[in-house]
């Protein structure tokens, strides 16, 4: 391309503009441009280094410190006077350099937020550190807890096998020879501070207290003595407390015919089993007892050990209620671990009227199961070929869940009593529900009042294990 005419050839400053060529009287030739100068040339080249970071970071490699601060300075000298002179600001290297630290910092963090985000949790590989031992203690207590609950299930739904075992009769308490042949009568005070004198059999006789039929058994309370008689009852009114003669262990079922049950204002008469001469390290089981019954009562069936026997959080197939669950006699004032029989009718005046009914007692190292029946629900097995488990839910359970029976349960007689106030039933607020004024006065000046204080009986089966 052809050169427009001129007077000079110098190239301009580099820091000044650029001039128009002068006019001249050739014609116009819109082909041709002006090229500027080298030195201008080299200006912008230095500013598009100073304005552009990408390009500063790959054309510039520091490798002598010195000689490139003096460079840099030299380029920074010439841009801020070319700047200056267009009436532009003007950064340094240095200044630029830090504002480029400053962005690439900021788009550095924002690209960690944004990939951090962009990442679905459920992708492991994008897991620190932290995120991992947060992970490992969420897994640990999940299993922990999976663990606990485990167990605690599983406990609590343990239960025995009470596998069907063939019973045969032993023995049958019945008749005439109820009392004679059976049971050992226990005399003097009760060891439970009852309000009684208990009598020997020849005394027990005289005062009829107990007599039998051909189809009974009758153990009562006297009638006779009043506070004003000699002997009076100040020291406590005559009763019957019997003992059967032989002790039965495990694997055995007792079947008890129960016609009617002891009422009236200060009694507390019960039907039980027990080691009298090593209580309570042998137990002691409850089969009906109650306390101040003046109409209607729940039966309640209880055991009654040495430590080391409860029946609390522990698996039970039963339909009466429970009313305690330690059976250790050192807690809860020796109130054992009770169950009443589900009804209000299961002793006194409707049990009674009702022709009474039949208890069944099993005796075995998977637990301890009672049955009560009325008396017209009675299984058609009970007498002749006993099978517990065809007789449905019992009426209080007491697996060896939690209780060694074999351990707490040994040498078992049969005992039969009437106590009268004592421990129990003699406590001013128990008896006080009731029944009017204290118990030992009552007891002892209303002989009349003990009329149907009295337990009738069938008579007793003894099954074992053939």
Known sequence: MAQPNSTSTTSPSRLQLPTQPQQTTQSFRPLEYWKPPKAVHHIRKASSRIFSPKKEAHTIEIHDPEK??????????????????????????????????????????SYDRADTLSQPWWNVRSWGKKAWAIFTGVVV????????????????????????????????????????????????????????????????????????????AILRV???VSNSS???????????????????????????DVKHSPIGCGTWPALWLTDPSNWPENGEIDVMEAVNVVDNSFNQMTLHTSSGCTMKGVKRKETGKVIGSSCVNTTDANAGCGVNAGTDTTFGDTFNSNGGGVLA?????????????????????????????????????????????????????????????????????VYGENCPGTCVDYVSNNNTAFKNAYWEFGNFSVFSVS
Not at 86 to 99: L, P, Q, W, Y
Not at 170 to 183: L, R
């Open 68 to 109: 490139q601060d003096l460079e840099l300075q030299e380029r920074e000298r010439e841009a801020e006077e070319f700047f200056q002179s267009k009436g532009m600001s003007f950064a340094t290297i240095g200044e630029m350099n830090g504002r480029r630290k400053t962005f690439a910092n900021e788009q550095v963090m």
């Open 141 to 216: 207590v999940i299993l922990i807890i999976v663990i606990a609950v485990a167990v605690v299930v599983s406990r609590n739904n343990r239960y025995p096998t009470y596998s069907t075992q063939n019973y045969s009769l032993s023995e049958t308490f019945s008749g005439e020879s109820f009392f004679s042949d059976n049971f050992d009568y226990f005399t003097g005070y009760d060891p439970t501070s009852g309000h009684v004198h208990y009598v020997p059999a020849e005394q027990a006789s005289s005062l009829n207290l107990t007599y039998t039929t051909a189809t009974s």
């Open 222 to 224: 006297d009638t006779s």
């Open 361 to 429: 007692l099993e005796l075995r190292s998977a637990g301890i199961r009672m049955w009560q029946f009325a008396r017209d629900v009675v299984p058609s097995n009970v007498w002749s070929s006993p099978d517990p488990n065809s007789w449905g839910t019992a009426t209080a359970d007491f697996p060896n869940t939690e209780c060694n029976i074999e351990n707490h349960f040994r040498n078992q007689s049969i005992v039969a009593n009437i106590d009268l106030c004592g421990d129990w039933a003699g406590a001013q607020k």
């Open 230 to 256: 000699v002997p009076n009852a100040s020291t406590g009114r005559f009763s019957v407390r019997v003992t059967s003669k032989k002790q039965y262990g495990l694997n055995t079922l007792f079947v008890f």
